[in-house]
């Protein structure tokens, strides 16, 4: 006679649990926490992109998430299932945004194009030129005293030092406006960094 299977661990884990588990490595729990999870991020990522192809691929970027922050997560804020809902919402209007660059940049290209076909590199260099759009048009909304930081180092290669040396600025204040004015241009430009990466 063999001996009882030992039970899953992770099947009767909690949540929570779960998460910390794939924060240390294990991938039996995100094979758990998939069970669990994947229908429910799968309806909710097929109502968004409207694609169940697509669905599927935003539910395996928000396991991908999952894997790389799970040592992030705060269960005093969120639940895991909001948690998961809410990357897999973003992810897919991540997805919805970039379909419309690109659909932007295809009808650009085709508009630049003498009514031949257009080149891989024309459509890239016409994506480049929109991106180098954004980015001018973002920084040109800064406040002047966070875009003169920005233009400084990016432009002038000047470290915060010299930067707060060469303005007389205290170099905390320097460090405070370079951190604000990044983290508006991260948000405003999140899509075309993420295009980047």
């Given at each position: 006679m063999e001996p009882p299977a030992s039970p899953d661990p992770y099947?009767?884990?909690?949540?929570?649990?779960?998460?910390?588990?794939?924060?240390?490595?294990?991938r039996e729990a995100v094979a758990e926490l998939y069970d669990r999870f994947a229908p429910?991020?799968?309806?909710?990522?097929?109502?968004?992109?409207?694609d169940p192809a697509e669905a599927e691929e935003v539910v395996q970027e928000a396991f991908v998430h999952l894997w790389s922050r799970a040592r992030g997560y705060d269960s005093a804020r969120s639940s895991v299932a909001t948690?998961?809902?809410?990357?897999?919402r973003s992810r897919a209007i991540d997805r919805i945004r970039n379909r419309t660059?690109?659909?932007?940049?295809h009808a650009a290209a085709g508009r630049e194009?003498?009514?031949?076909?257009?080149?891989?590199?024309?459509?890239?260099r016409v994506l480049d030129g929109e991106r180098r759009r954004r980015v001018r048009a973002e920084l040109a909304g800064l406040p002047?005293?966070?875009?003169?930081?920005?233009?400084?180092?990016?432009?002038?290669?000047?470290?915060?030092?010299?930067?707060?040396?060469?303005?007389?600025?205290?170099?905390g204040t320097v460090k405070t406006r370079t951190l604000l004015a990044m983290k508006k241009l991260r948000a405003a430009l999140r899509d075309e960094i993420r295009e980047l990466l």
């Open positions: 099947r009767s884990a909690g949540d929570a649990a779960l998460v910390r588990a794939v924060g240390e490595g294990s429910m991020l799968l309806g909710l990522a097929r109502r968004v992109v409207q948690w998961l809902a809410l990357v897999t660059v690109v659909e932007r940049t194009s003498d009514g031949g076909h257009a080149s891989a590199e024309g459509a890239a002047d005293e966070q875009r003169q930081v920005l233009d400084l180092a990016f432009y002038g290669g000047l470290t915060q030092r010299e930067i707060a040396e060469r303005t007389g600025v205290p170099l």
